[in-house]
C-alpha cells in the first residue's frame, strides 16, 4: 500500500503536464490565425476611380465685320435713286429723285449685314446686304454684292436694290459759298454712268448739273466746285 501513494501522485502530475501542454497549443493556434485574418497586407486595397475627361468646348467662330464698300441702284419705280457707303460699320445713304426730294440718313450695319438708318427729316431706311450672284455661301460675308431694302420718305414708301459700287459709280457730295450764296448738292453716280442729284441753293432744291466723274468737279453759277465722295 506505501508503494502505491506515489505512483499515484507520479501519474496525476503527468496528467496535469499534458492537459497544460494541451492548452497552449491551442491557445498559440488560434493566435496565429487571429493574426493572419488581422494582417493588412491580405486586405485587398480600393481600386482607382476612373477620371472623366470632360471634352473641351469647340472655339465659337469669330464674327467676320461687314466690309467697307460703296452702293448704288435705284428704286424699284425708276422714280428715284439712292446710293449707301459703309465704313467700319457705319453707314450714310442718299435718297434723290433728282428734283425736289432728297434725304440723307445714318445709322449702324450689323453683322448680319441688316440696317436702320435715320435721318433728321424723319425718313428711314431699312437694308439688307445680300451675296452677289454666284458667291458660295460661306463667302457671302466677305462678298456682299448688293443692298436690298426700302426708304419712307415724305409719305412716300420706296423699295429699291443698290449693286456694289466701283469707281467713279457712287456717292458725291459738294458745299460751298458762292457769291454770299450757300450750295449744298448730293450727286448718285449709276454703274451705266448716269447721274442724279439735287443742288441746294440757300435751302431751295433744283437739279443738280452734272459732275466730272472722273474729278468730281461741276460748274455752279460760273465758279468750279469739287464734288467729294461722302463716307461716313
Known sequence: MKRS???????????????????????????TSSSVRESPSTKASPSPTPTRTTPSASPSPSKVPVPDADYAGRTDDDSSAIAVSLRDGRAIAYFCDGRDKESWLKGDVEDDGTMKLTAKDGSKLNGTLKEGVGV?????????????????IGGGHYTFTADKAIKP????????????AKFDGGWIVLKDGSQVGILKKDGKPSPAPEIDPETGVVTVDGQQLTARPVTP
Open 169 to 180: 459709280s457712287g456717292l458725291y457730295r459738294a458745299t460751298a459759298t458762292v457769291r454770299d
Open 5 to 31: 501513494g506515489p505512483l499515484l501522485t507520479l501519474l496525476a502530475g503527468l496528467l496535469v503536464g499534458l492537459f497544460m501542454l494541451s492548452l497552449n497549443a491551442t491557445t498559440g493556434e488560434k493566435t
Open 136 to 152: 458660295p455661301p460661306l463667302e457671302r460675308s466677305r462678298e456682299w454684292g448688293r443692298i436690298s431694302g426700302t426708304v419712307d
